[in-house]
């Protein structure tokens, strides 16, 4: 039996417990704080570009973006699901602190009832957009919200000047109507009708937005809806209405094809949104950070890893990342440097000159020193916790638990989660269940069920 050392014990132990707050060197901000362009994809797989693998289309624009700054092979989603990792995101915080983190996700505001009043973030709670904006920044969110609705919720209430996109998790491409029916596409607060295929639409005003004068610098959040279902490319707008709102709802039809005609558009939409920053003169100044809210879904490409979309397995959420930041990223570094949804909200602020509120300290940490390569790479320790699963990573360490089953995989040799380790360490499964035990205890729990 493989035995674990005490020092190692301690180590692992000690660092999840704390949290592995370990950055070598402290971050040097640049000169000037950037223009921020921070775009996220919905339910995009870990290897669904052609730069992490994708093998059966081409992705040139994200591919681009990549060779221009810096890519991350152990980046982290806050959650396995939609709502939880963007209330990750907006707060910078661990999605369980609060209950509407606990939404795996928030359900069509007709199912809400008298919870419609209450699921959201607080409105007294800061977030990204806030934190910026009292810096001194332009903000404006293009694309999906989905942190809770009108008229007690949405993003012109937590910092943001302007928005265009939807409050739900799903809407059709085409008729922007929610799983229910409704229209769910909003100018600020007011719904509105357009013709055009969402990814378009979004992509459309994101760069109306960039080729406007600023007054300020500008924090633009594109966070789009492809390739989350209905699974429909920008020339399926004959796809059967029965099929969307039938038995099986808006996850039925779509092939490999179509998922591939979706990534396409979206990629062409990164493209047309990097040229517009490029012919307003705003490359240069512009930080821009892209990344998926979760691992994919059922068309995914998430070779090597196990498991997908809801899951704590590596597939569920380990997504990819890529950060281009003129004269601080060096231009086509790959790194193996584990960061989490969080982190992005840190390095923004930090970017920007804000900081975060002292009353909610952000989990997440200001990595401009991983992105201008004056720091080391270093451990972290991570945690997630579903309905049904709970997890930490600490190191190479995996600890994972379903029910009453616990798993420990070295993610440094097997990132597939297939060799268990529990029973030959049990030393180290001990250290990172009391570590998870510890770190849940200081979050919301669930209701009964």
Known sequence: ??????????????????????????????????????????????????????????????????????????????????TPTRVGFHTGRYPARLPVGLEEPIHERSSLGERLKTTGIPLSHPTVSSLIKAAGYETALVGKWHLGYLPYFGPLKFGFDEFFGNMSGAVDHFTHKDMTDNLDLFEDEVPVERVGYMTELLTARAVEYLKRPHKKPFYLSLHYTAPHWPWEGPKDAAFSKSMKYGPDGFRAGGSIKVYGEMMKSLDAGVGRVLDALKSAGLEQDTLVIFTSDNGGERFSYNWPFTGKKMDLYEGGVRVPAIVRWPGVTP???????????????????????????????MDGEDITAVLNSKSPLFDRTFFWRTRRQGAVRSGKWKYLREGRNEFLFDLSADEREQADFSGSKPAMVEGLRASFNKWESEMQRYAAS
């Not at 570094?333 to 949804?341: E, L, R, S």
């Open 331 to 361: 231009i086509g570094k790959i790194t193996d440097q584990t960061v989490i949804t969080m982190d992005w909200t840190a390095t923004i602020v930090a970017a920007a000159g804000g900081k975060p509120d002292s009353a909610y300290p």
């Open 1 to 82: 039996m493989s035995k674990v050392t005490r020092r190692e014990f301690i180590n692992v132990a000690v660092a999840a417990v704390a949290a592995a707050k370990t950055v070598a060197n402290p971050p040097t901000p640049p000169a000037t704080r950037p223009n921020i362009l921070f775009i996220l994809a919905d339910d995009m797989g870990w290897a669904d570009l052609s730069c992490y693998g994708r093998p059966d289309y081409k992705t040139p624009n994200l591919d681009r973006l990549a060779a221009q700054g810096i890519r991350f092979t152990n980046a982290y989603s806050a959650a396995p699901v939609c």
